[in-house]
C-alpha cells in the first residue's frame, strides 16, 4: 500500500514559544495574530477542494476559536479531517519555555481545545499533533486515556523506502512525519518549513515522494506559511501565488505516481494500516 497524508497545522501566525509562558506568540509581536493563517487556510482548502483531496488539518484551539468569528470553518472543513494541536500552542515539553506541562496542566490543555473543536466542527474522534511535535509521557498517557485515535508528533526514518504508522510505548497509534536522505546525502523532513523558507527548491520534496515506496508518508505544512515567511516577513502576492502552484505540484506529482492521497484517519481504519 502506497498512501500519501497532506497534512496542514493550523495555528497562530509563525508561532514562537517564548520563555517562561505558555501561550505561544507570533513572530515579531507581544502577541498572537491570525491573518496570514485565514489567508493561508483558504488558500490550502481551495486547492484541495479543486483537486478533490480529503487533507488533515490539526487545529490549535484557539484559532478556530478567532477564525470561526469570520470564517465558515466548518463549511471550509467539511470534507477533510480535523484534529487537535493543542490550544495556545503549549511546548508540552517545555523546551523553550521553561515551563514543562504537568498532568493537570495537560489534562485541561487536551480538554480545552477539544472543546473548543466540538463546538465548532462537531463532536468526533481525533487525531492529535503537539505544538512543535514535542510530546511528554504525561501527554501520551492521557492522549491513550482520552481514546484519542492517533499521534502524529513523531519523526521516523524513510527506510528501504517504507514508513508506517506504528503503536508507542503507550499503545496509541503514532502517524510519524518522516525524514530521509537527499541526493547530497543532507537530511531532509517531510515537512515543507525548509521550501517555505527558501532553503529547498519543491522538487527536493518531489524526489522526496519518489523514494516512498509502501506504508503512509505524511507531508506537513503550516496555514500561515504560504502567506508570511519566519525571517522575512508577509509575502508578495506573486510569491503567495507561486507557493501555492509549487503545492499543487507537489500534490499532482505524487498522483501521478500512483499514491493514494488519503486523510489519516481513514488510512487508519484500514485493516492493514498498523
Request: with cysteine.
Amino acid at each position: 500500500m502506497r498512501a500519501v497524508a497532506f497534512t496542514v497545522d493550523v495555528d497562530r501566525d509563525v508561532n514562537l514559544a517564548c520563555q517562561g509562558e505558555l501561550c505561544s506568540i507570533s513572530n515579531g509581536g507581544k502577541l498572537p495574530r491570525f491573518s496570514s493563517s485565514a489567508k493561508g487556510l483558504a488558500l490550502m482548502a481551495g486547492l484541495l477542494e479543486e483537486m478533490g483531496i480529503k487533507g488533515t488539518f490539526f487545529w490549535e484551539g484557539r484559532t478556530a476559536e478567532v477564525l470561526s468569528e469570520s470564517m465558515d470553518l466548518k463549511g471550509l472543513m467539511k470534507k477533510h479531517e480535523v484534529a487537535l494541536h493543542g490550544y495556545d500552542h503549549e511546548d508540552f515539553a517545555g523546551k523553550e519555555t521553561g515551563l514543562p506541562l504537568d498532568r493537570q496542566s495537560t489534562r485541561a490543555v487536551l480538554e480545552r481545545g477539544t472543546g473548543v473543536l466540538d463546538r465548532v466542527f462537531g463532536k468526533e474522534e481525533r487525531g492529535f499533533r503537539a505544538p512543535y511535535q514535542r510530546v511528554t509521557d504525561v501527554l501520551l498517557d492521557e492522549l491513550h486515556a482520552r481514546t484519542f485515535l492517533y499521534d502524529s508528533s513523531e519523526t521516523a526514518e524513510l527506510s528501504d523506502g517504507q514508513v508506517r504508522p506504528y503503536r508507542n510505548k503507550n499503545g496509541l497509534p503514532e502517524v510519524p512525519v518522516c525524514w530521509s536522505r537527499d541526493g547530497r546525502g543532507k537530511r531532509i523532513v517531510s515537512y515543507l518549513w525548509p521550501y517555505h523558507e527558501g532553503k529547498r527548491p519543491i522538487s527536493d520534496y518531489l524526489d522526496l515522494a519518489d523514494g516512498f515506496q509502501e506504508g503512509l508518508l505524511v507531508i506537513a505544512t503550516h496555514s500561515w506559511h504560504p502567506v508570511e515567511s519566519y525571517c522575512s516577513g508577509l509575502r508578495t502576492s506573486d510569491d503567495v501565488e507561486k507557493g501555492i502552484a509549487d503545492l499543487r505540484s507537489l500534490l499532482e506529482h505524487i498522483e501521478r505516481s500512483g499514491c493514494e492521497l488519503v486523510s489519516i484517519a481513514d488510512h487508519l481504519r484500514r485493516k492493514d494500516a498498523l
